[in-house]
C-alpha cells in the first residue's frame, strides 16, 4: 500500500510518499524560512499563502519521482489536521481532502506530534513499543510513555515555552536569524564551558513537567552585562545550549526511572541538536539502556512523518470525514488508541 502525506502545519511545505513494503519512495520539502526571516518568527498568512503555492507543484514532484503519473496507486491521502497554524492546515487539509475525494481513497487527518513520535519507525532499528518519548519541538516539550500507536499518556510538559522556541528565542537576543536553534548550536562549539553558568529549571522539584522562559531572561540579562565580542556571545550559547540540555537529559531520567521503562525516542526538531544526543546517548549507555532518534532531516518537519503516521492509522482503520477539520490545539492523548 501506498500513502501520500502532505505537510503544512508550519512554515515548512512537506510532501512524501510511503510504501509500506518498499519505503519511502520519495520526499519533498520547500522551507519557508527565508520568507520569514525578515518577521524574526513565522507570518501564518504569508506561510498558508506560501503553502498554496508549493504544496500541488510538491505532489506532482513527489508523484513523479515515483514514477506514479498514476494515481491510482495512492491508496490514501495523509494530511496534518493539527496541531499548527489554523491557516497553514487548511491548506494541506483541503488539498488532501479534495485529492483523496476526486481519487476514491481514504483521506487520514494526521496529528503533526504523533507523526514527530513515530520518526524513528523510519529508520533501520525501529523501536518496540513500550518506550518513553520526548518530544522537542519549535512548538511543544513533552514527555509521554507510549504503549502503542495512539496510546499516549503525558507525563509532563513545558508550562511555558518549548525547548525550540527557547533556542530561537535566545538565538534572536544573540543577533541570529529566525530560526536560530541549529546556527546557536553551531556557535556554541566554539564557546567555552563554565565562563557562565545558566539555571537548570525545575530539576529541584518533583514532578516531569520543564519550564524554559527563565532561560531566556536569564541570556538578555548575561548578554547586556557583558561584552558583546564573538567569543562572549559563543560563551553565552555554551551556556545556555548546556543548561537546556542537561534540563532535558535529567527528566528524561527521571521519566524512566518514574515509568521503570527502558527505551527512550527522542523526536521532533530539537532532536537533531548533537550536544542533546551526546548527552541523552551517555545517560542511556550508562543505564545499558537504548535511545532512539531519526536522521537530522526528518526530526524537523517533513512530508514522510505524515505519510508513515498515516499508513499507520490507515491500517487501523482510519478514516476521514468529507468535512474538513482541523484542529490548531489537539493533546496527543486525545488520539484513539490503534
Ligand atoms: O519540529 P520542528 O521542525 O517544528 C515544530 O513542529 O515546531 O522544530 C523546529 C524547531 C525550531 O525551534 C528550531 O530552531 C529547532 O527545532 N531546531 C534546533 C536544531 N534544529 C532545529 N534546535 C537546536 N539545535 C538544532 N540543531
Ligand atoms: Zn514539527
Sequence with gaps: MRVLGIETSCDETGIAVYDDEAGLLSNQLYSQIKLHADYGGVVPELAARDHVRN???????????TDMHLQHKIDA????AGP????????GATIGRALAFAWKVPAIPVHHMEGHLLTPMLEKEPPEF???VLLVSGGHTQLLSATGIGKYILLGESIDDAAGEAFDKTANLLGLDYPGGSMLSKIAQQGI???FTFPRPMIDRPGLDFSFAGLKTFAAK????????????ADIARAFEDALVDTLMIKCKRALEQTGLKRLVVAGGVSANFKLR???????QERSSKV????PEFCTDNGAMIAYAGMARLKGGARGELAINVRPRWPLEELPAI
Design 77 to 80: 491521502v495523509a494530511y496534518t
Design 278 to 284: 551526546e548527552c541523552i546517548s551517555r545517560m542511556m
Design 292 to 295: 532512539f532518534y531519526a536522521r
Design 55 to 65: 504544496t500541488v507543484p510538491l505532489i506532482q514532484k513527489a508523484l513523479k519521482e
Design 84 to 91: 499548527g497554524l489554523v491557516s497553514a492546515l487548511l491548506v
Design 130 to 132: 513500550p518506550f518513553v
Design 222 to 233: 548575561t548578554i547586556r552585562e557583558n561584552a558583546d565580542d564573538a567569543q562572549t556571545l
Design 193 to 195: 564551558t563554565g565562563r
